[in-house]
């Protein structure tokens, strides 16, 4: 199987290289309606390459929102099934000066693909596809394999969730994989094992009825930016990086001195870290390391905040309006919705007098953690010993995916997330790229999953 399959890469990596690039051209941002036509295209790109790929039953399937593509290949029913998510929509390139080249006109350099959605998550995503064709055409598919590929990941998987929920004998599997997370470096292979959940709101604040003049009325009125500002300040204790709303924490699960001590274990250089963001120190809850802060703990960021005048020069105004767009990232077992509910009543307690405060619930997510003492993690390991010659590492992620936790609970199947990104491949921001490396190891080791898998289950 080894050289079978190394052969069958090696014939085909720039043909592999230049579908993925075909499909990193069409701009599929699903958070913005201006790209609709591409989100549509792209998703027609998905099946038609499942197709050539081998598999049957290909559908586009229409949603309130953007399509879900699904195919499978059902080679015996005895055999198990692999069920694989991944997405198809990218985050929105903006802002397009910073990128050193356009990001929906994808350029390989120093051995990476650069181009919104190359890691996250066409190019993972694709190797899925890639590995499936390779199987199929060695005639070695081991297992049953079925796609279930998303649009709408970057915007919270809105109605993945009901088109899951009708779908439970469609997408009936012995498990689910993944890959849409990192590993720890090219040499250091690792599983993620846990996602955190979250809770996105907006925050909106009205002083007086319209704009003044900061002279006049300077002194008297409650500027809204100035009580947004303070109200932020109260949400996290500024020595011990606790958040401050009420009932935060309970249900917060924490660590045992055993797993800390196998986080521990994960190589990591705090000088490196630092370096590479260009911060001469971090700033998290007192207490925990680095790792734990960004993967076993709750944390609150503000992403964006709006109000007053921001046009060139300066104008004195006492802005009528304020607002802050205020992400909670939660761990097991904190409840999205509880949490948005806690955070709600806390910071309309904090408002001062002549501000009114209105909170909006965006989408959310449930954490996950996915045990190690079961055959759907076994089997990853083992695949990974085959490609990269060493045991993986599991670890979890400070990110999230919100549909995951909905799989367990609904289709009553594990997730297994085998990422092979990097946290330096730069999703989300400028110049994300994704490492040729990484994109064939992934093609070649998904086969070794199904094996092990198969194996396994039998
Ligand atoms: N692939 C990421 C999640 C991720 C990234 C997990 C890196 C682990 C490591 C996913 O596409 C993503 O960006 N998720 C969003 C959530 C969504 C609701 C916008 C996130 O985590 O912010
Ligand atoms: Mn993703
Ligand atoms: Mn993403």
């Not at 692999?82 to 006109?105: I, N, R």
């Not at 694709?126 to 915007?155: D, Q, R, S, T, W």
């Not at 040729?436 to 094996?451: E, Q």
Request: net charge negative; proline share 6%; with cysteine.
């Amino acid at each position: 199987m080894k050289d079978q399959i190394e052969n069958y890469i090696n014939t085909h990596k720039d043909r592999f290289l230049n579908e993925l690039m075909d499909m990193l051209r069409i701009p599929s941002v699903s958070a913005d309606p201006a790209f609709s036509k591409d989100v549509e295209k792209t998703a027609a790109y998905v099946a038609e390459k499942l197709k050539e790929a081998g598999a049957e039953n290909i559908e586009i399937c229409a949603t309130a929102g953007n399509p879900i593509v699904y195919a499978d290949k059902i080679i015996d029913p005895s055999l198990p099934t692999v069920l694989v998510y991944g997405h198809y929509d990218v985050q929105p390139a903006d802002p397009y000066e910073l990128w050193d080249s356009p990001p929906f006109e994808p350029v390989i350099k120093n051995d990476k693909i650069y181009a919104r959605g190359a890691c996250d998550d066409k190019g993972q995503m694709y190797m899925h596809v890639k590995a499936f064709e390779m199987m199929m055409n060695l005639n070695a598919l081991p297992c049953n394999v079925k796609f279930m590929i998303e649009g709408e990941e970057e915007v919270g998987s809105v109605n993945l969730g009901p088109f899951v929920k009708a779908h439970t004998e469609r997408l009936k599997s012995d498990v689910i994989l993944i890959s849409d997370t990192s590993m720890l470096a090219n040499d250091i292979p690792s599983i993620t094992v846990g996602l955190r959940g979250l809770t996105y709101v907006e925050v909106f604040l009205t002083g007086p009825n319209r704009d003044l003049h900061s002279g006049t009325y300077g002194g008297a009125v409650a500027n809204p930016i100035n009580a947004l500002t303070e109200m932020i300040a109260s949400l996290i204790d500024p020595e011990t990086r606790k958040i401050k709303i009420p009932g935060f924490y309970d249900d917060v699960v924490e660590l045992s001195e055993e797993e800390r001590a196998l986080l521990r274990q994960i190589p990591f250089s705090v000088e490196q870290y630092q370096k590479d963001l260009d911060v001469n120190a971090t700033r998290g809850e007192e207490g925990y390391s680095i790792i734990e802060q960004t993967s076993t703990r709750p944390t609150l960021d503000v992403n964006g905040i709006k109000g007053g005048y921001l046009g060139e020069g300066a104008k004195t105004v006492l802005p009528s309006k304020a607002s802050a767009k205020i992400s909670m990232r939660l761990v097991p077992n904190q409840k999205s919705e509880r949490i948005a509910q806690l955070f709600a009543e806390y910071f309309k307690s904090l408002a001062p007098a002549g501000i009114k405060v209105e909170v909006n619930f965006h989408h959310g997510g449930e954490p996950v953690v996915v045990p190690i003492n079961c055959i759907e993690y076994q089997a990853a390991a083992l695949a990974y010993e085959e490609t990269f010659g060493k045991k993986p590492i599991p670890v979890r992620a400070g990110g999230s995916i919100p549909i995951v936790a909905l799989f367990e609970e609904v289709l009553k199947v594990k997730s297994i997330m085998m990422g092979f990104g990097l946290d330096t491949d730069a999703i989300h921001s400028p110049n994300e790229n994704f490492g040729v490396f990484n994109y064939l190891k992934g093609i070649s080791t998904i086969p070794y999953f199904y094996k092990h898998f198969s194996a396994l289950k039998a």
